[in-house]
């Protein structure tokens, strides 16, 4: 079997890659089309080649002849590969391998329609997403099966096509394996993963976030991901880190938070980090409507509704910095038992089966 990954976006994509992993355990080839293609997140073989394709915003908006050129890139593309399958990993991709007519799966990481419905800024995001949720629903009733991260997201997609698998996106067994909690400070600990100074859509506001921090004496917090943000006490900033040393780094740290600030879409919403944060044995602190979190973390996990409630935690935590690393402990053994990509990569070989055999 031949599977071609398909993404307007490029690599390194952790998600992109595990998946592939997975279909090498078939026995497949594996190849990847898309964006720029910089480097790998695993140190391993996932693709045995890769083709960059001219992806871009007019392409990404379907404007004819951007569009039409894709699609000749694309042929090239499958005249090479000849792939019995492709597995699309956004409704951008997904689309152009529905054109194309060979049997597609399409994982939808991010819920395309919907989160383009709340960036709406101006004209030009309005047809965005007119044009998406088009391309959405066509998807949705030619696609040979679905995968998304979420039973919320599932439950919209079986409304068109019931062949829908829950796959969320987890770190692997071999990540977590070896990671062990070396937490050594005399402060508590907060780490965020992600950019606190580049824009965020209204689904992952946080101002006032960071002010936290600075004005109401709750620890440290560590900030990964952000290349722009500097260093000064009591915030803390790495920088981009590989995927990796991403685990190892958080294992340091009491305490992981997602601080978005309550929005509709959050219901929808199942970031990785949740389950980077609990592999590497930290307490995790979300947001009270992040439902996909909350159901699969349950217990392990506390919610808050505002910045508020957040500070009564910190503070909570902050004298009780055992307790904090006890239900650390906790939520690592649970989430390297429970919370692995492997656990889930029968649902994708399922998909792969409806899709290469026509099976239901």
């Not at 392409?59 to 569009?67: K, M, Q, S, T």
């Not at 004496?217 to 000064?232: A, E, N, P, T």
Request: net charge positive.
């Amino acid at each position: 079997m031949r599977v071609l990954h398909l993404s307007h976006k490029g690599l390194p994509d952790p998600r992109i890659e595990k998946a592939a992993i997975t279909a090498r355990k078939l026995g497949a080839e594996t190849y990847f089309a898309g964006g720029d293609i910089s480097s790998l997140s695993y140190p391993m073989k996932v693709f045995d080649r890769t083709f960059k394709l001219p992806f871009g915003v007019k392409v990404n908006l379907g404007l004819r002849p951007w569009w039409n050129a894709l699609k000749r890139n694309l042929e090239i593309v499958l005249r090479v590969c000849k792939p019995d399958l492709i597995h699309a990993h956004d409704v951008i991709a997904a689309k152009l391998a529905i054109d194309s007519g060979v049997p597609t799966i399409y994982d939808d990481h991010e819920y395309w329609s919907m989160r383009s419905r709340y960036r709406i800024r101006d004209l030009t995001d309005v047809y965005r997403w007119m044009v998406w949720t088009a391309w959405e629903k066509e998807v949705l009733r030619k696609a040979a099966a679905i995968i998304t991260i979420s039973d919320e997201v599932a439950e919209r997609h079986s409304r068109v096509n019931r062949r829908v698998f829950v796959v969320p996106n987890l770190p692997t067994a071999i990540e977590v394996e070896g990671l062990r909690k070396s937490t050594r400070r005399n402060r508590l600990s907060s780490v965020y993963v992600g950019s606190l100074t580049s824009p965020q859509p209204p689904f992952r506001r946080m101002d006032g976030f960071i002010d936290i921090f600075i004005r109401r004496d709750v620890g440290d917090l560590i900030v990964i991901g952000d290349r722009r943000l500097k260093s000064s006490p009591p915030i803390y900033s790495i920088g981009f880190l590989r995927h990796d040393l991403l685990l190892k780094e958080l294992t340091k740290y009491h305490i992981g938070i997602i601080p978005w600030k309550k929005h509709p879409f959050h219901r929808f919403c199942n970031p990785n980090k949740s389950y980077e944060y609990a592999c590497a044995g930290l307490l995790v602190l979300v947001t009270s409507d992040m439902k996909p979190v909350i159901s699969m973390l349950g217990n392990f996990c506390k919610t808050f509704n505002n910045y508020d409630e957040l500070v009564s935690l910190l503070k909570y935590y902050k004298d009780d910095m055992d307790g904090a690393l006890e239900e650390g402990l906790r939520t690592m053994r649970f989430a390297k038992e429970k919370l692995i990509w492997e656990r889930f990569e029968g649902r994708i070989f399922k998909a792969y089966k409806i899709a290469s055999l026509g099976e239901t």
